[in-house]
T-cell receptor, first 113, second 114 residues
């Protein structure tokens, strides 16, 4: 049973437009939530890490939000670029699981010119 | 820095063959782990190590062995390859257990078992 669900599974956006990706999790208790970017044929690369006390964190044009009460997170991409085409993975860490990471299935984003 | 290096990048095996996927990191990280990534699914933990000489099973350990003789290296062995092991394998490392610190991933090994 996947305890981290992401939506949508995929989306296509035009270059320069904004988009928002969603992540719902049931992992509990909670240590932190991460967003990773995975380019095709490459390993995941961290974008943000948020603990339960952080509501938002930015990394350039990427802004992640976290609502620990509703167990929801979002990743907002501003002014998308062609290089933003990738899969974006939501990952939750829980101390009850030995601080191991639970990965969502990812959202595949395609930015078109 | 090279970071986390995995070899090979691609491999085709016949059912029943054995092989070792190599993983090395040059960041002096204590924690290393192996994941597999299958289409439509999140990465799943195979085995992990919290330090040299210490390994433990993850979520999907069957059919795989690991060892950690040095801090730098964490090879993954497929004992008798099966088509169900066709996947992309990622090695990761972090300073401590991954829940608390940044995890760095290798570029992956795409394995096909025929």
């Amino acid at each position: 049973k996947n305890q981290v669900e992401q939506s949508p599974q995929s989306l296509i956006i035009l270059e320069g437009k904004n988009c928002t990706l969603q992540c719902n999790y049931t992992v509990s208790p909670f240590s932190n939530l991460r967003w990773y970017k995975q380019d095709t044929g490459r390993g995941p690369v961290s974008l943000t890490i948020m603990t339960f006390s952080e509501n938002t964190k930015s990394n350039g044009r990427y802004t992640a939000t976290l609502d620990a009460d509703t167990k929801q997170s979002s990743l907002h991409i501003t002014a998308s670029q062609l290089s933003d085409s990738a899969s974006y993975i939501c990952v939750v860490s829980s101390p009850s699981a030995g601080n191991k990471l639970t990965f969502g299935g990812g959202t595949r984003v395609l930015v078109k010119p | 820095n090279a970071g986390v290096t995995q070899t090979p990048k691609f491999q085709v095996l016949k059912t029943g063959q054995s092989m070792t996927l190599q993983c090395a990191q040059d960041m002096n990280h204590e924690y290393m782990s192996w994941y597999r990534q299958d289409p439509g699914m999140g990465l799943r933990l195979i085995h992990y190590s919290v330090g040299a000489g210490i390994t433990d099973q993850g979520e999907v350990p069957n059919g795989y062995n690991v060892s950690r003789s040095t801090t730098e290296d964490f090879p993954l062995r497929l004992l008798s390859a099966a088509p169900s092991q066709t996947s992309v394998y990622f090695c990761a490392s972090s300073y401590r257990e991954q829940g608390n610190t940044e995890a760095f991933f290798g570029q992956g090994t795409r394995l096909t078992v025929v």
